[in-house]
């Protein structure tokens, strides 16, 4: 049975109850888990106050700020977390970010800082937020993050997300890699198109969501808690010899060449 209770799993890019990342949360805390949760500051407080009253069910103990941007923020949430918990078990990476006029129109279009600013909160997040827990992961532990077959293939207006994906897919071989020999393992899922508040940046999102229900083998998309089920396995000792890999959570769409 799938249990992790006894595990401390700290949960990134929840924005409210559409996220993934929600999705993933709720079960990880049906599961057993002790939740730690970040949320990305802003001056006015609005979105920490959402994300509080978001999550408050689920109990969290540790409740963090963390821009991804700010490495000396980063690294007050593993100060925190290491004084707080000892140790972290599991880590889950939902986070994603491009200009919404990098998503729509000619990928030739992008613009130097829009390229650079996709990579930096969507891909290279992932190393520095693995960096800072690999140290307290003592007992071994799983890293999770999210992807999208737009960043195999190409999907309209996905563009520069797109680059960012596949950037992060490599980044989840190289750092399975590393952190093989102390029992860390990372793996990401692929979710199929879920409206949230990030792809609802994407030109055509809804256009794309119906095609998938037409196309893909179960002739529907997926949920947030389909998409959290298959994290809290990842996370789970169910997958203990499952490490380098990308999980298509997409009902079956990826299969399909037609």
Known sequence: ?????????????????????????????????????????????????????????????????????????????????????????????????????????????????????????????LVTLAKGAKDLMTDGGSIVTLTYLGGVRVVPNYNVMGIAKAALEMNVKYLASELGPQQIRVNGISAGPIRTLASSAVGGIL???????EVAPLRRTVTQQEVGNAAAFLCSDLSSGVTGQILYVDAGYEIMGM
């Open 207 to 213: 256009d794309m969501i119906h095609h998938v229900e």
């Open 1 to 125: 049975m799938l249990d992790l209770t006894g595990k401390n799993a700290l949960v990134t890019g929840i924005a409210n109850n559409r996220s993934i990342a929600w999705g993933i949360a709720q079960q990880l805390h049906a599961a057993g888990a002790n939740l730690g949760v970040t949320y990305l500051p802003d001056d006015k407080g609005k979105f920490e106050k959402k994300v509080r009253d978001l999550v408050e069910p689920l109990n969290p103990s540790l409740f963090l700020p963390c821009n991804v941007q700010n490495d000396a923020q980063v690294d007050e949430v593993f100060a925190a977390v290491k004084e707080k918990w000892g140790k972290v078990d599991i880590l889950i990476h939902c986070l994603a970010f491009a200009n919404r006029d990098d998503l729509t129109g000619d990928f030739s279009n992008t613009s130097r800082q829009g390229y650079q600013t996709a990579l930096d909160i969507s891909a290279y997040s």
